[in-house]
């Protein structure tokens, strides 16, 4: 009979952290590295409330959820925001024609190598620009973080990428094609409407597994995380472009083809790293497209968030523009070869309570 293996010791014991401190030092110097480029290049930093009346309306993001008491006692309920996005628009909408935030975000049901509960987020927007802009930003901070860390490659399990080669720019329809065998766009229309029983039969020929009540946007995400994703940023990083009208609620259609938006990826070592979005100002589509995903959220987890009101009616008055959202802790993950996001995080959330969890004695 063997004995169990002893607790791992937390954080913040003096022996875990002089492990983990090159990595948080890194990680401060390619945080101040980003806050000079941006600011050399004329953003403004800001800083958006973490309590908002929504928080994001996308059908697979969980929010944690909490009550403002009013001064007359009475409860206001709020969340803690999943992204600074609707912040930021607003911004826009004000006037400010380049902004930067970098600054926590929370996210919930989300833990694991390269999810954390609460994280740092990375966003940034151009007024009147493409969002091949942003494409070109992404280049410059792959090289810039690693440049601060030290590090001529990226690695993660095994996988590596130069962070100084130009990334390679590839559409989802070819991605699907050649590391699926797919034919993605013949099963979207030019309305945006979806053959599901096509992307079945398409999935079942390349040999991917189905089931009767998977919908369109299931299948699309079944070949992304087993074919497409994990051959994306080896040797370089793969800038993912060009998805399909449904898979992108806040992105402008493409004026090239209507059946895809102006929406891209960046990934590093079969991590995605960044999201990107030439942005929509239509007001009335993007209610159409939340109320969509807020009734498949109902459907899959029985729940549903509000819509910011506020936020439709600054996007109404925002100008064009392109904005993208970037795991800074991912980033500094690649760049300094840590295995876990929370090796790069100075103090992570505390794991749910274990029985075995070390007393502060043990750790004298």
Not at 143 to 162: K, M, S, V
Not at 345 to 361: F, H, K, L, M, N
Request: with cysteine.
């Amino acid at each position: 009979m063997t004995s169990a293996s002893p607790p791992a010791s937390p954080w913040w014991a003096p022996h875990v952290h002089a492990d983990r401190r090159p990595r948080l030092l890194a990680r401060n110097r390619i945080a101040a590295s980003l806050r000079a480029w941006f600011s050399e290049r004329d953003f403004v930093e800001v800083e958006a409330s973490a309590l908002q009346v929504s928080p994001g309306n996308e059908t697979h993001l969980s929010a944690f959820a909490t009550t403002a008491l009013g001064p007359d006692g009475l409860p206001h309920p709020f969340y803690l925001h999943t992204s600074p996005e609707f912040a930021c628009k607003k911004l826009l909408a004000a006037g400010e024609p380049r902004l930067f935030s970098l600054g926590p975000v929370y996210r919930n049901r989300e833990r694991g190598a390269l999810h954390h509960p609460e994280f740092t987020m990375l966003e940034w927007y151009r007024a009147g620009e493409t969002y091949d802009g942003l494409m070109r930003d992404c280049a410059d901070l792959l090289a810039l973080a690693a440049e601060r860390a030290g590090a001529a490659t990226f690695a993660w399990r095994g996988i590596e990428a130069d962070p100084f080669a130009a990334p390679e720019r590839l559409a989802v329809a070819e991605a699907f094609r050649r590391h699926a065998g797919i034919d993605l766009l013949a099963t979207v229309a030019p309305d945006a409407s979806t053959d599901r029983e096509a992307l079945a039969a398409a999935l079942a020929a390349a040999g991917i597994r189905t089931a009767p009540d998977d919908t369109w946007a299931d299948l699309f995400s079944r070949v992304m995380v087993e074919r497409v994703e994990p051959a994306l940023g080896r040797g370089r990083a793969t800038i993912l472009c060009e998805y399909p009208i449904p898979e992108a609620a806040l992105a402008r259609p493409s004026p090239a083809d209507p059946r895809v938006a102006e929406r891209f990826e960046l990934y590093c070592c079969g991590v995605e790293l960044a999201n990107a979005f030439g942005e929509l100002t239509d007001a009335d589509e993007q209610r159409r497209r939340f109320a969509a995903e807020m009734d498949e959220k109902q459907r899959v987890y029985g729940e549903r968030y509000p819509l910011d009101e506020d936020f439709l009616a600054a996007l109404a008055r925002m100008p064009e523009a392109s904005g993208i959202a970037l795991g800074f802790d991912r980033l500094v993950m690649l760049a300094t070869g840590a295995r876990r996001i929370e090796d790069v995080i100075w103090t992570p959330v505390a794991q749910y309570p274990r029985a075995d969890y070390p007393r502060a004695e043990d750790l004298r």
